[in-house]
């Protein structure tokens, strides 16, 4: 049910967005204004939103539109969008939020809906309900194979329309008839068929139209829309002032223009809803027929009697496009045949009769082929597969009706509110209450008014106005419509809801007339007058009419009169019987939907936008019940929400449920009103509900609710920052990491290369190292280099540093070569040095040493011993130095300087005796002294004449050989020298004759005693300890010692 279904399986949320713009343009739900029991207020608060084109406005969830008489961008894909998207009490009133909560019903919660629109004729109805339709096709856009079914239900009603629909004074395009509309969907929520039915069309606008407006819009569409041929065939003229039912309709060139392009529309929606072109032809052959049947001219005979003329083309043209027997139609429109308990008796027509028969085949005809119609479009719209649907149902039905004079029409139509109004009270009363009890809160008795009694006194059985008026008309006798009214005032005086001519009080007697009465209905009080109410109700076609009907060639014709009707003598049931039956169909259907309405209400009389007429408004607000809606929606309690719902709006009012409240969503609330500071009666806690008394209360939470989004957004926007800083950062991480990897990948592929250099570098050291005394190749170049240059910076380091350091650091293979180069160039570079570095006096002792060594070395074995030491000059003890001194200073010639002094022991030439002896050497001669006796010179021989021996071995004999000149000197001389090489090289120094030395190595030297003729042995031998004596055989025994 609609208005107070709160406690839905979907919660709905909240109105509260908005309520922060109601100073602007009012309240957008009527609950929410402070002054509900106002009607002035409530007309204000349309009016201030309907100013700013704001047309809808809920009453709960009752919607409330205003026609604005012009178009607003309201209806685009965005506004669908924003709709689909969001729940109901979230955005804006509007009829899209009604279509679309009840399309989420059917499709999320499976049940079943209907939308109940009603309002004044010209309020906005009809476009209502094509703009719900037009919603759900939009809406389910993405659901392909629907498209069919969708294009059927849009384009079902241009035929519709146009069969149904009429201008008026109020309306140019006003529904002559009462519309429910099931939209069938399937499980996925597409449309997927539909199913129409249709209610008390106002057939006898067929007929005659009040001044000002028009017939159905057909006629005047064919006349003006239908080609050559078409109106040739259907022998029409392309004018509506030819034909008795359409030439009253005024001079409407708007309209009049619409008609040709309207008709096209009609022909294509034909197409679209699969009425075929044979049936399309028969349709036109009846509309034709019946602006034939209106020019029909009776002419009274002689016998007061209704008779055709012959001639009569009209007559004709019927029967040629219905296919019926001319004749029999010309008889049946002038004559009545009565089947009286078995007794036919047919009797002519008077002339008012016969154009009253007339009349009613032309309605009938009319009316059974717009039922047809439905029907046409109701087996083009099943769904092709035969399931059970839920379906959304929508009721385009007249709202109550009060004109100054009002009829049959009226009374129905108003009957059918009564009933809706009924429905309504039945659903939202009861719900509202179930819902306090289920809240578990004390019901407070809401008054209002409910009209039960009213629909009792229309329908009820035997005691009703409708079972007055079909008794009145099925008795025998002469009924009539007085005679109807005269039973109602009898029976009905002591209703309080029926005022009788005689029951008014003078003022109303003084606007009521006789044949009037009066209901006062929920809405307000209608004055009915009773002419023609019989007749209607009767609504006769005499069987002559319905028999030529039945046998019509035109099948839709044949169809909509069947034989059996004729045949039939039970009476159909009366007009308002078969519309209170209906109307108790509808109600059943309805009952077992959840309902939402829609309530319209048309600004101003004259059709135009932009001017509202607070008196033209008022009135409706009145005859629609919208205060009694507002007040049953208001009798308890203002607000109503879930206590999740009403919580997550508000938490952020109290510490204790912001940001989250973690126990129960009523404790929450409860925390919250605590904080709020609500007074006692300003709200109830029900079961899963907070219920507030006062708008004021919510517009006080709201406030405050709006004021604190500041902070929200700031938190809002903190958490956004951080958000974006983090996804920033998230970024420039991914990419850091990137760029290291790609470093880290550059540095370890440099790390690699360097690897795989350094490996082939040491490889190719150890093969240089394994080849390194090899001819130099690739491999080992590299390594010899290193070790040339290796072993020259160790060799600039490690270089001998003295002359007789023969020691050389050792070299590579390769620099074999070199090192022997650089050893011998470093050699003579010390050598040279130290050449250079020597004085005269070690120079001069150097040069004996060479000449020492090429003389003696390898020769003589005592040559090692003599190597270290220096030459001495003297090898004389210091006592004999002066003795020495003193022969050089007396005995020696002045140009002779003494060279060289030793001890040496002089062994005799016969014995061998050994005597000390001095030995001088001078730069000419060498001379022996008596080392014992003072020096006595005993030899002196000139140098350069000397010669002389010595042994190979140790020993220290000298043999100078004297040459036989100077044998005075009794042969040569056996010397024992301690410092033999020595002293033989200062000789040879003075002498430079090297020659003059033999080194012998024999074991035995001779050597000349005196004269040179004798001849003495001198043996040699190796042995120990070393001496020098006379042996046992008389020669002179040298032993050297071995070294
Ligand atoms: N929402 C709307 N937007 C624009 N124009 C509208 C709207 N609703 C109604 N109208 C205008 O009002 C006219 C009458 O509307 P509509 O035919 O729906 O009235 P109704 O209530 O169905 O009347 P009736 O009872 O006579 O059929 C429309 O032809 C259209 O011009
Ligand atoms: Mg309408």
């Excluded at 096709?137 to 392909?144: G, N, P, V």
């Excluded at 938490?651 to 973690?662: G, V």
Aim: proline share 4%.
């Amino acid at each position: 049910m609609g208005e107070f279904q709160l406690d839905r399986a979907v919660p709905k949320p909240t109105m509260e967005k908005n309520l922060h713009n109601r100073d602007v343009v009012g309240v957008q739900d009527f609950v929410l204004l402070e002054n509900f029991e106002s009607e002035e207020a409530f007309v204000d608060n349309l009016k201030r939103r309907y100013k700013e084109n704001l047309i809808y406005t809920y009453i709960g969830q009752v919607l409330v539109a205003v026609n604005p008489y012009k178009n607003l961008p309201i209806y685009g894909p965005a506004e669908v969008k924003e709709y689909s998207r969001s729940h109901f009490f979230e955005a804006p009133p509007h009829i899209y939020a009604i279509a679309d909560n009840a399309y989420l019903s059917l499709k999320d919660e499976h049940r079943e809906q209907c939308i109940l629109i009603s309002g004044e004729s010209g309020s906005g109805k009809t476009e209502s309900s094509k703009k719900i339709i037009e919603y759900i096709a939009a809406r389910t856009e993405h659901l392909r194979n629907v498209h069919v079914v969708k294009e059927k239900l849009l384009q079902s009603n241009p035929v519709l329309e146009s069969f149904g629909n009429a201008k008026t004074n109020k309306n140019e395009n006003s529904s002559r008839f009462g519309k429910y509309m099931d939209i069938q969907f399937n499980y996925e929520g597409g449309p997927v068929g539909g199913n129409i039915i249709n209610y008390l069309l106002e057939k006898s606008r067929v007929v005659s139209q009040v001044q000002g407006e028009r017939n159905f819009h057909i006629f005047y569409q064919l006349l003006a829309g239908g080609d050559a041929n078409t109106l040739n065939r259907l022998k029409l003229e392309n004018n509506p002032e030819m034909y008795n039912y359409t030439k009253d309709c005024g001079k409407n060139d708007t309209l009049k223009s619409k008609d040709g392009t309207q008709f096209k529309a009609v022909l294509k929606a034909m197409d679209t809803i699969e009425i075929g072109k044979k049936d399309q032809d028969e349709i036109f052959d009846i509309i034709a027929s019946i602006l034939h049947i209106g020019n029909i001219k009776f002419v009274i005979n002689e016998n007061g009697n209704a008779e055709v003329l012959n001639h009569d083309a009209n007559t004709e043209n019927i029967a040629k496009l219905l296919g019926c027997n001319l004749n029999q139609l010309r008889d049946a429109l002038t004559h009545r045949t009565i089947d009286a308990r078995g007794d036919v008796v047919t009797s002519p027509l008077s002339g008012e009769l016969a154009q009253f028969a007339r009349n009613a085949l032309a309605k009938a005809i009319y009316d059974r082929l717009f039922t047809w119609l439905v029907s046409k479009l109701n087996s083009s719209l099943q769904p092709t597969e035969r399931n059970i649907n839920p379906v959304i149902g929508i009721l385009d039905i007249y709202g109550f009706e009060v004109f100054k004079k009002n009829s049959f029409e009226q009374f129905c139509i108003n009957f059918c509110n009564e009933k809706l109004q009924q429905l309504f009270i039945h659903l939202t009363l009861k719900s509202e209450q179930e819902e306090y009890l289920r809240e578990g809160i004390v019901w407070e008795p809401i008054k209002f008014f409910n009209n039960q009694i009213i629909c009792d006194l229309i329908e009820e059985k035997h005691k009703g106005i409708i079972a007055f008026m079909d008794e009145e008309c099925l008795r025998p006798g002469v009924p009539t419509d007085l005679s109807f009214l005269a039973k109602m005032n009898k029976h009905l005086a002591s209703h309080d809801h029926f005022i009788g001519h005689m029951k008014a009080d003078l003022k109303t007697q003084k606007s009521m007339g006789r044949d009037e009465f009066c209901l006062v209905h929920y809405a307000g009080d209608v004055t009915y007058n009773v002419t023609g109410f019989l007749e209607k109700n009767n609504d006769l076609l005499f069987r002559d009419l319905r028999e030529v009907m039945s046998q019509s060639t035109n099948s839709i014709v044949a169809k909509c009169f069947s034989n059996t009707e004729w045949q039939n003598k039970k009476r159909p049931d009366t007009a308002v019987t078969q519309f209170k039956n209906s109307l108790n169909d509808l109600v059943k259907i309805l009952m077992g939907k959840e309902p939402s309405y829609v309530r319209c209400i048309k600004p101003n009389n004259l059709q135009v936008g932009g001017q509202f007429d607070d008196k033209v408004v008022t009135h409706q607000v009145k005859y629609l019940g919208l205060m009694e809606n507002l007040r049953v929606r208001r009798a308890g309690f203002a607000y109503r929400r879930p206590y999740e719902l009403f919580l997550q709006r508000y938490k952020c009012l109290s510490k204790a449920t912001w940001p989250n409240y973690r126990g129960s969503p009523k404790d929450g609330v409860n925390e919250l009103i605590k904080a709020l500071k609500y007074g006692e009666d300003e709200y109830r806690m029900g079961n899963t509900k907070l219920f507030i008394r006062f708008p004021k209360t919510l517009f006080n939470t709201e406030d405050a609710f709006q004021a604190k989004k500041n902070d929200l957004a700031a938190i809002i926007q903190s958490h956004w920052k951080g958000l974006m800083q983090r996804r920033r950062f998230l970024i420039m991480r991914r990419s850091a990491i990137v760029i290291q990897k790609w470093v880290r990948r550059f540095l370890a592929q440099r790390e690699r290369e360097r690897r795989k250099k350094a490996a082939e570098t040491i490889r190719r050291f150890i093969k240089g190292f394994i080849t390194r005394n090899g001819p130099p190749n690739e491999d080992n170049k590299n390594f010899i280099e290193i070790a040339k240059s290796h072993w020259l910076k160790k060799l600039a380091t490690s270089l001998p540093k003295h002359v007789l350091d023969k020691s050389w650091p050792p070299c590579p293979f390769a620099c074999k070569e070199a090192s022997e180069h650089l050893h011998r160039m470093h050699c003579n570079h010390i050598a040279r040095k130290y050449r250079l570095a020597l004085d005269p006096k070690k120079k001069k002792q150097l040069e004996m040493k060479v000449m020492a060594e090429s003389l003696f070395k390898g020769k003589k074995k005592s040559y090692q011993k003599s190597l270290g030491p220096w030459f001495q000059n003297e090898r004389v003890s210091s006592i004999q130095l002066p003795l020495i001194q003193g022969f050089t200073g007396s005995s020696m010639p002045k140009d002779e300087t003494l060279q060289y002094s030793t001890e040496v022991i002089k062994y005799d030439r016969k014995q061998y005796k050994p005597r000390d002896r001095v030995l001088l050497v001078t730069n000419k001669a060498m001379y022996l002294l008596d080392g014992k006796k003072e020096f006595k010179l005993k030899h002196r021989l000139p140098l350069d004449v000397l010669e002389h021996v010595v042994t190979n071995e140790t020993d220290g004999l000298l043999m100078v050989k004297i040459p036989p000149a100077l044998k005075k000197d009794k042969g040569d001389l056996i010397l024992s020298v301690p410092h033999l090489i020595e002293a033989v090289i200062k000789i040879l120094d003075i002498t430079k004759k090297t020659s003059s030395l033999s080194i012998v190595d024999t074991g035995s030297i001779t050597h000349s005693l005196v004269n040179g003729k004798q001849v003495g042995l001198i043996e040699v031998k190796t042995g120990n300890p070393a001496s020098i004596a006379r042996a046992k055989n008389g020669h002179l025994l040298v032993v050297a010692a071995t070294p």
